[in-house]
């Protein structure tokens, strides 16, 4: 199998995002998980014949694993600290493409290469990161705990919820062009948001309409009030590229201000 590794999570593109890396799986001989982390909230487990969680072999292996996952994770926030610390503040050909030519943000110039990197934190450690390139190409560092993990705008008021960082500033331009508090989390993806939204007694989803409906069950799934384009293909980013910042202020805000607290 091409780029398979033993005993190691592998990401690979899923059906319902065939050109991201929204899936994972790993395999260790006698037993295996999956997880799209678009749709799924914990990985499907696989045993082999005669085995199962509660046999010996399998929870050695497990523990290996987790430990394994473990020193992953804090080499991976190691590492996401040291690129921070080598960003500066600048415009990027991403966000240029999505709207905003002149904001400036965390660039990291990887020799030569302008990478535009979105800190990812839980509480108020910093787990990991999303690097997106100029092409919109976007990963995240080796082994890093995404789950439960947000880049949060503002923090002061009605609490919105969305799954990218581009969808998050065009959520920004219209709150504040709305002239209503906001706290934004990106989640980076669909079941990472219902996770964060779950923590939230109140709050907004904006949810992505992508074809397979994902956005749209999850946004349901969570029983908030939710916004979503009319056009299946479009996140709240599109849809304010494609209608204007008027109309898309003025559609975001009819969702928003019955939760609104005066």
Request: glycine share 8%; hydrophobic share 35%; with cysteine.
């Amino acid at each position: 199998m091409n780029g398979f590794q033993y005993d190691k999570w592998t990401r690979v593109p899923t059906v319902d995002h065939p050109h991201k890396k929204n899936g994972a799986y790993i395999y260790n001989g006698v037993s295996g998980a999956v997880q799209n982390w678009a749709t799924m909230e914990k990985p499907a487990t696989w045993f082999a014949e005669g085995e199962s969680a509660s046999s010996s072999v399998v929870k050695q292996r497990i523990a290996k694993s987790n430990q394994a996952s473990n020193d992953a994770k804090e080499r991976a926030a190691e590492k996401a600290g040291w690129i921070m610390k080598q960003c500066k503040n600048a415009t990027h050909p991403y966000l240029a493409s999505k709207g905003f030519p002149d904001l400036e943000a965390n660039v990291w110039d990887k020799d030569g290469e302008k990478l535009l990197v979105v800190p990812m934190k839980i509480g108020f450690k910093l787990v990991g990161l999303q690097i997106i390139n100029e092409q919109g190409e976007k990963k995240f560092l080796y082994g890093q705990q995404s789950k439960g993990a947000t880049f949060c705008m503002n923090a002061k008021g009605v609490p919105m919820f969305c799954e990218g960082y581009a969808t998050g500033l065009s959520i920004r331009e219209m709150m504040k062009a709305s002239n209503i508090k906001y706290s934004i989390h990106v989640c980076f993806s669909a079941s990472n948001m219902k996770l964060i939204a779950g923590y939230f007694p109140n709050g907004v989803i904006v949810a992505d309409n992508d074809n397979s409906g994902v956005g749209q069950s999850t946004a349901l799934s969570t029983g908030k009030p939710y916004w979503i384009s009319p056009t299946v293909g479009e996140d709240f980013n599109d849809y304010h590229q494609r209608v204007g910042s008027f109309r898309a202020s003025q559609s975001l805000k009819k969702i928003v201000m019955p939760h609104v607290t005066m």
